[in-house]
């Protein structure tokens, strides 16, 4: 009788590991299916149905189903809509706290792959992606942009796709946002967008799609918008993950 190979007792270890240590599904510790790298067959299921039966504002994307949204009467913001895939609830919250705090740069394609899946995604042919960006200490400490990531597996496959990350510069370190009100968060972002040098000839007369992770006031959004627009941009859009 032949003497296995490593190979064999390498495939035979890893199947005992996982038949005794099941790989783990990341919001609710459920053991999850070998083909899925992050989330359990229930919560995979409750993230697509959040993001397939989501009635969004098409301008605000406030969830009609939750909030009468005052878009029409009281738009203030400089972009011209906002899209998100989901609401910001205990599933999505554990998901972004996971992708932000916990390494998991892989989990942001994942959803982004996810939310396009689902979602007509060709009138974004042949625009340019802007991920908000980090600052450079941020960046350093995470080790990579969330919302880049996100942006990657959001717009896989959509045709004529510029995703870039050097147009925009974020030149000032604001303090987290969370507890901040309105008025707070406008003047915690003052002056901390700007646009790279050759940013300007890049975005001239067109449409850019503004990418971040959650969006709750619009504050972060706005301030780099204003800085598009004043570089020649024809129209900015923003998309993201989650609304809060």
Not at 37 to 55: F, G, K, Q
Not at 206 to 217: A, Q, S
Request: aromatic share 8%; charged share 25%; glycine share 6%.
């Amino acid at each position: 009788m032949p003497r296995p190979t490593r190979k064999t007792l390498r495939r035979l270890l890893r199947r005992i590991d996982g038949f005794i240590f099941p790989p783990l599904c990341i919001v609710c510790d459920t053991p999850r299916p070998d083909n899925d790298r992050w989330l359990c067959t229930s919560c995979n299921s409750t993230l697509c149905a959040l993001v397939i039966n989501r009635d969004g504002c098409p301008r605000c994307s406030q969830n009609r189903a939750f909030r009468t949204c005052a878009c029409d009467v009281a738009w203030d913001h400089p972009f011209s809509r906002i899209r998100s895939f989901v609401d910001y609830n205990d599933t999505t919250r554990s998901i972004m706290h996971q992708i932000k705090y916990q390494g998991k740069r892989g989990l942001a394609e994942y959803v982004g792959r996810l939310c396009g899946s689902h979602a007509d995604m060709a009138e974004y042919a042949n625009s340019i992606v802007v991920p908000i960006p980090l600052h450079w200490q941020r960046l350093w400490k995470r080790g990579y942009n969330q919302a880049e990531w996100f942006a990657r597996g959001l717009f896989a496959g959509v045709p004529g796709i510029t995703l870039t990350t050097g147009i925009l510069k974020r030149v000032k370190s604001t303090r987290t946002q969370t507890k901040l009100d309105r008025s707070e968060r406008r003047s915690n972002l003052s002056g901390a967008f700007r646009i790279a040098a050759t940013g300007a000839a890049t975005i001239n007369g067109k449409r850019v799609i503004l990418v971040d992770d959650v969006i709750t006031t619009g504050a972060t959004t706005a301030a780099a918008t204003a800085v598009l627009l004043e570089n020649g941009c024809r129209d900015v859009q923003v998309m993201s993950f989650a609304r809060d």
